[in-house]
């Protein structure tokens, strides 16, 4: 079975932007002064009818109107950027380094730090700033994770991670994420080739500062788990969403059963998934399964949100295999309240989507965007603590990041 490259396109719905060829960003606006008040990084990505993209960055102050790309940074590839302090870090996509920039008066280069030795040829999805001096990024193809400074722009160490080499699948790791100075990575085993997503979800525990492995929860009720969002008590929640419903589409392609995607917790003070404790997300919503995996507004805010598929939108003589789905206005946001018996409900105000990029949990709030076509998109503010959607934007292309900088 061949398979389209076209899920690359959502990158697995991580926030993947694009790197310039010769390696180096375009500096743009370093003539800009500082403003006074709060101040964003806004990501996009435009992707033509042939899969290329151009990625852009740009400063925001003020989370209305629109936004054109003309004062962005433009760059072509897919790549990946953390934001810590005032500083903006653009992971490169045609070579493995991370470029540091300050954001004071523009984008100003100060610092690189390359990851070649580990022989790998970009730098991949999953990354996350613990504190001012200690990073983790995730290196699927090399299996191993390197803590590195985002202060001094130094490798610090590795831990190995070859225990999660799995024959006949290549793993995959996105969303990753910190919480009480341990570092939460999510693993996916898919084969691309014979179009096949393994029923595990996966999280393994990391501490940075130890430099070790210090659990891995493990789960085969549901697959392919993502981004882990804890509440008030330090229960730590994660939804299998099957590799964006790929495990679902790939088995019914090929005559198989398959399970709906669920929601897995971890007790606090332990490292694997509670037995007793588990629900399919149907069970939650009347029939509809997610598409996307959990996000949040603040990972200790006890509240996730998901897009969920309405079949009754998706025409029957779609290729899901080849990720046309994907493509058509048939899904909704939903808010779901964590706790010990978990509640699902409809955003209000939010409206069909295709779908995007992953969005973005911003000063308690939660940031996503929807689209007709990925030409234009408007970004919605999501209120956790009310359930509402309200238009804050327009900006051309797919919405793929909004960060804070000081």
Not at 239 to 263: E, H, I, T, W
Not at 346 to 365: H, I, P, R, T
């Amino acid at each position: 079975m061949k398979l389209s490259r076209k899920f690359w396109a959502m990158g697995a719905l991580a926030l993947a932007l694009t790197a310039c060829s010769d390696d180096k960003p375009d500096e743009g606006g370093t003539d800009t002064p500082t403003p006074e008040g709060k101040r964003y990084v806004l990501g996009s990505v435009s992707i033509d009818a042939d899969g290329n993209r151009v990625s852009y960055a740009q400063i925001v102050t003020k989370l209305e109107g629109h936004f054109s790309n003309a004062k962005g940074i433009e760059v072509n590839g897919n790549a990946v950027f953390l934001a810590h302090g005032s500083n903006f870090f653009y992971g490169l996509a045609e070579s493995p380094v991370w470029v540091r920039y300050s954001t004071e008066n523009g984008f100003k280069e100060t610092g690189r730090l390359s990851f070649l030795n580990y022989g790998i040829s970009y730098m991949d999805f999953a990354n996350v700033i613990v504190d001012d001096d200690t990073a983790v990024s995730v290196l699927t193809q090399a299996y191993v994770a390197v803590i590195w400074s985002p202060k001094e722009m130094v490798i610090k160490g590795t831990v190995d991670l070859s225990f999660l080499r799995k024959e006949g699948y290549s793993l995959e790791s996105f969303t990753t994420t910190t919480h009480d100075g341990l570092v939460y990575i999510p693993g996916k085993w898919v084969n691309w080739t014979t179009a096949q997503i393994e029923q595990t979800v996966s999280i393994i525990i990391l501490d940075p500062k130890a430099m070790k492995v210090v659990g891995v929860a493990e789960d085969h009720r549901c697959g392919a788990g993502g981004r882990v969002t804890f509440d008030s008590k330090g229960y730590a929640y994660v939804m299998g969403d099957g590799r964006n419903q790929s495990m679902q589409v790939f088995a019914a392609a090929a005559g198989k059963p398959s399970v709906p995607n669920c929601l897995l917790r971890i007790a606090p003070g332990t490292t694997d998934f509670e037995e007793n404790w588990f629900y399919e997300i149907p069970s939650l919503t009347g029939g509809l399964d997610s598409m996307t995996e959990l996000e949040h507004a603040s990972i200790t805010g006890g509240v996730g949100f998901t897009l969920m598929t309405y079949e009754d939108r998706i025409p029957t003589n779609l290729d899901r295999v080849n990720f046309e789905h994907w493509s058509v206005p048939a899904y909704k946001m939903w808010r779901i309240t964590l706790g010990d018996t978990p509640k699902a409900e409809e955003v209000q105000g939010a409206n069909y989507s295709v779908v995007g990029f992953s969005g973005s949990g911003v000063d308690g709030k939660f940031y996503t965007s929807e689209s007709a076509d990925g030409a234009k998109s408007t970004v919605f503010e999501l209120d956790p603590a009310t359930n509402t959607a309200v238009q804050k934007f327009t900006m051309d292309g797919y919405f793929s990041g909004l960060m804070p900088i000081d």
